[in-house]
Each structure stands twice: as C-alpha cells, then as structure tokens.
C-alpha cells in the first residue's frame, strides 16, 4: 500500500513553524543542531586558550602554582557556586516552559540574570583586588621573586580566560534579556520554547568554561 | 517541540552533586597526592561535572543520535588539538638535544 502523504493546512500549522519546516519538532531539532554547531566553534575557541594554558604550565609549574596563590579562593569558590545555581534556574526556566507556566518561567529567567550578574559583580571585586595589588600584566605588573615574568604569563592567562568567560556572561544576561521580554509578551507556549532552550544550551556551556576555568586557575598548589 | 520533560527532582540531584563535587575538588586541592596526582584528580572531577551538566541540564540524554554525533565530534576534535599538542611539549625532554 503506498504511503499517503499528507500536508498540514495552513490552519493546522503552528504560527511559530516556519514554511520551510514540516512541523514543529523538525523545526527544533534544526534549532538544536546549529546551536551545537556554534557551540563546537566555542569549543574549539576556548580550546586553544586551554592549550596554551596547558603548554606554559607544564613548563612553568612552579611559577604558575605561585600565581595561583594570589587568587582569591573564596571568591571564587562562591562563584563557582553562583554559576551552578544559575544552571539550575535556567534548565527549570526550560522546564516551566514546557509546563506551560509563564510567571514561574519569567521567574526563573530573572532569578537566571540576577545570578550571572551577581558573579560579574563578584568578579568585578577581584578585579579590582588584582589591580589594586599590580598584578595586572603590563607596564603596572609589579611582583618581587624570581618568576615574576613566568607569574605575569600566568596572570594574563588568567585575565584572558576568566575576561573572555565573562563577556560570554555579559552577552548571555543579554539574550536573557530578550527571553524576559518575550516570554512576559507570552511568545512561548508548551508548543513553541526552543529559543529558551537554545539560550540554556549556551548557559549551560558558559557554565562548563568556568567549571574547568575553576580548577585550573584557583586550585594549584594549594597543598 | 513538546518533548520528553524531566522531572524536576533530577535537575535537584544533579545540582547537588554539582555542588559536592565543587566541594570536593576544593577539598582534594589542599591534599597533596604528589605528581601530576592533583591535576588528574581535578580534571576528572571537572570532565564529571562536565558530563552532568551535558547529559541533565542541556538534555544530551534525551537527545537524537545526530546531537549525540555533533556534541561527541566537537570533544574529539579538542582531544586533538590537546593531545597531539602536548605529546610534543611533555616529551621534548625525553630526548637531549644538542644542536639545532
């Protein structure tokens, strides 16, 4: 028996479903396909500063645990906390979504922007700490010992990293920005949320940066 | 797309193990397990936390296959530049070279 074909009237399709989709879960599944796709690209960017982190540090270990010392673990530490907290509202901003529930989604986004600024604020602290105590790489670097130059390489490693992670933030409070706005407009029902999840997938990434970024900068040679 | 929804309890136990394992990576940082110990220890638990995040909150579990081929080339190719990258500079050692 042939398979019968049948297209959807116009009446049927859903005012989210763009034409050149079949349905709703086709048009998704694209949406989540080249949302990885730009995540792979963000890997691959993030990569290479890993690498190079990996390269100097394996031939200036001793200068780089120094270095690491002058971080503030504590801060840090309730910044890790913070950004996985932030996770968490975000992926249940994606569930009340799919439940259909629009005060608790707009609830959970704002709780999702408060929380990444409240890092950006706490990373603006330590900033600020770093300048203050010269260990800014640049003509203001100022460190006594015999690895000052190898400490200031680990400093500028750790202003790019944490400096790149935290206009990845800036951007993604951003798109938050934009999610409020149209969820509050009701934009978004159980049928239609991918651009919530499409932004989760990126705030979920951003958090995985920080959950390696953690580690390899505040937690060397600690022993 | 209405979808697979999880419940909310899961998305509860990952965060807590999430913040166990922040706990304990701070923990195991003012231990010294000598070597490259530490670093390894700390990568692992890192790559778990990693794995969590990927599989619970960005739905990887729940996703199609041709996700899960995207997601695991893109950890390849950074397995590659890392790998190839620091089989040259760790083992520049191994072999005395006098010169160029």
Known sequence: MPMVLRRCTLSE???????????????????????????????????????????????????????????????????????????????????????????????????????????LGLKTVEYTHKFADHLVPGSGFLYAGPHARQ??????????????????MIIGIGLLTVLVWLAWRNRFSPMYYTP?????????FVDIVW?????????IGRH | MAQHIVSRQIYYRVFVTLLALTLLTIGIAFIGLGGYLNTIVAMTIAVGKALLVMLFFMHVRDSSRLTWVFVGVGFFWLALLLSLTMSDYLTRSWVAVTAW
Do not use: C, K
């Open chain 1, 151 to 168: 400490v200031q390489l680990f400093f500028s490693f750790y202003f790019g990293m944490t400096g790149m992670h935290a206009l990845h």
């Open chain 1, 196 to 204: 919530i999840e499409i932004v989760g997938l990126y705030w979920h």
């Open chain 1, 211 to 219: 959950i390696f970024l953690f580690p390899l900068l505040y937690l």
């Open chain 1, 13 to 119: 399709r859903h005012a989210a479903l763009a034409p050149h989709f079949d349905d709703i879960a086709q048009q998704s599944e694209a949406s989540h396909l080249g949302m990885w796709v730009f995540l792979l690209t963000e890997i691959m960017f993030f990569g290479g500063m890993f690498t190079g982190y990996a390269v100097y540090r394996s031939v200036y270990a001793v200068a780089f645990a120094e270095g690491s010392h002058h971080l503030d673990l504590v801060l840090g530490s309730i910044n890790t906390v913070v950004l996985i907290s932030s996770s968490l509202t975000m992926v249940l901003a994606v569930h009340a979504a799919q439940v259909g529930q629009r005060q608790l989604l707009v609830g959970f986004l704002l709780l999702t922007m408060l929380l990444g600024l409240v890092f």
